[in-house]
Nanobody, 128 residues
């Protein structure tokens, strides 16, 4: 059974940085595009970033472009999200997710298509 576990969240002040990790078990992530998503209190879940196999291409939401960086280490079966220049509006539970098919690309994942497995989430709180 595939499992994703996120960690690395925490409380930071505006302007600070964090690195989130998403570790997988039960599946080799290297064959799949992966994505990060977030859900703020009272809001719908939204896409944050996606990375293709081998890290060839990435995609970011406009709200995080230039501040967040998605990366992957296939040897560790782990995907990362580096959060920088954090703002209070970045406060949310951050989730990673994997699609059900290897053909899903970053565009599909950013549109939440084919997503099959979700982690439990890690909370990021940014104070002003």
């Amino acid at each position: 059974q595939v499992q994703l576990v996120e960690f690395g969240g925490g409380s930071v002040q505006a302007g600070g940085s964090l690195r989130l990790s998403c570790a997988a078990s039960g599946r080799t992530l290297s064959d799949y595009t992966m994505g990060w998503f977030r859900q703020a209190p009272g809001k719908e879940r939204e896409s944050v970033a996606a990375i293709s196999t081998r890290g060839v291409s990435t995609s970011y939401s406009d709200s995080v472009k230039g501040r967040f960086i998605i990366s992957r280490d296939d040897a560790k079966n782990t995907v990362y999200l580096r959060l920088s220049s954090l703002r209070p509006e970045d406060t949310a539970v951050y989730y990673c997710a994997a699609p059900s098919t290897q053909v899903a690309g970053p565009g599909d994942v950013m549109m939440m298509r084919y997503l099959e497995v979700w982690g439990q989430g890690t909370l990021v709180t940014v104070s002003s």
